[in-house]
């Protein structure tokens, strides 16, 4: 794509829908942080951010399928009838998983939940095909249902489908939207182009934590940063909502985290999300949990920074802390 041909794709005083993961924080003795939790999830919520859980930050891939009922509790307890969006996980790994899926599925959505199969080793080894024949059958479980394709780098069995499958895909009434993660911006507006053709009312959730700047080309967005200042994310919206330009300096601001945050190892960016919350008071404790990645404590000092900054930026906004 050319320069001209990219900047006609932005779309100013837009509203953007964000939806933001929740960070499942753990205690010194390895047991899940509720309360912390629980603050994070109302404060996601409070903000305007749709809450996401058991998604990676989630450790949707490392709980027992009874923590992760345990995780839908707490959050139909806490947000009372607010709207969320739940990983469905399939663990199976040979043969078919749908019938894995489908049970998820009915759980999140008994607790009134979104649900978003996440990508597994069962539904990496479907053809494109058998994927939007499981999305049809899903179907038939929820009222809203949300798909995912993303870059394996991204999340364990990531894939990138093709264009006829996610076409097919945006034919099925009740998938309301795609969490597009391929880290590739070419691949975003072509996503973005096949929506406008297909179905303009079909969500592009952005899950390029890399490249934040992609609301303002019509994906909204599903990120996982957004963890570590939802309120952050919340009032850069609301600034190009507004036409205000200090979206630029604090969408600058938040990409500078995304980078720090989800660079390579790109599986450790959970311990940096930890590190941010611990340093902002919102957890408790940040050691990585269940032999996950971690990153240097050199890492403190350049999130200090950026926190110093964008409590300036969130102030100046009139938003508190």
Known sequence: MTIPEVVVKIRTRRPIEG????????????????????????????????????????????????????VLDVVRDVLVARP????????????????????????????GGTPLPMPSEGMAAMTDSAWVSLFEVLSAEANAILAYEAEPQVTPFGRIQSAEAVRSLMAIPQVVGLRHASLSRRLEWERLGLRDEVRPN????????????MVMYGSDYFLSISACAPEAFALRDAHWKNGDARFYELNDLLQSLGMLTFR??????????????????????????????????GDIEILTKIIERLDVLLHAGHVHL
């Open 19 to 70: 939806i933001s993961a929740v960070l499942l924080p753990f205690r010194e003795d390895s047991s899940i942080d509720f309360d912390s939790f629980s603050e994070n999830l109302l404060r996601t919520s409070d903000v305007g951010l749709t809450p996401a859980v058991n998604v990676e930050f989630g450790l949707v891939n490392r709980l027992s399928s009874d923590e992760l009922n345990e």
């Open 84 to 111: 969320f969006v739940a990983g469905a996980i399939a663990t199976g790994t040979s043969g078919d998983v749908t019938d894995e899926y489908r049970r998820a599925v009915s759980e999140i959505v008994q607790n």
């Open 202 to 213: 079909f969500k592009i959730y952005s899950g390029n934590d890399i490249a934040l700047d």
């Open 264 to 297: 390579p190892p790109v599986a450790a960016a959970r311990h940096s999300a930890m590190q941010m919350l611990r340093l902002r008071g919102r957890i408790g404790h940040d050691s990585p949990a269940r032999g996950e990645p971690s990153r240097p404590k």
